[in-house]
């Protein structure tokens, strides 16, 4: 993830949505109906309770294939879209729930200290 660091207190600030997700290949289908540059996404394992996920009505087995209209491919993109400036910040988070294009409005909250 990429860090902010507040200079007051040398506190790291990361932001997250709460969601475990892996990399998966986009069905071809999926691809050329919607003419989508990638052949990535990252698929949706679980959804933390009561996370900005939950609250965006983000579910399991969704794929998110974009935040912010910058196409995902993969966790690693996706933790590098989240950076301390998103925290509280309404974003859209692009997914396939089956076949249908969906967009979601998803505010990253701040990931607690752990």
């Not at 540059?37 to 974009?66: F, M, N, W």
Request: glycine share 8%; net charge positive; hydrophobic share 40%.
């Amino acid at each position: 993830m990429n860090d902010i660091v507040d200079s007051r207190w040398k506190k790291i600030r990361r932001s997250y949505i709460g969601v475990a997700g892996q990399n998966v290949p986009l069905h071809r289908r999926i691809v050329s109906l919607y003419n989508w540059p990638l052949e990535t996404g990252v698929l949706v394992v679980s959804v933390e309770k009561d996370s900005p996920a939950q609250r965006a009505g983000l579910r399991e087995g969704d794929l998110i294939i974009a935040f912010n209209e910058q196409p995902i491919g993969s966790i690693h993109e996706l933790h590098k879209m989240l950076m301390g400036e998103q925290i509280g910040v309404e974003a859209k988070l692009l997914i396939i729930r089956h076949t249908e294009k969906l967009v979601l409005a998803i505010t990253p909250a701040e990931s607690p200290s752990r």
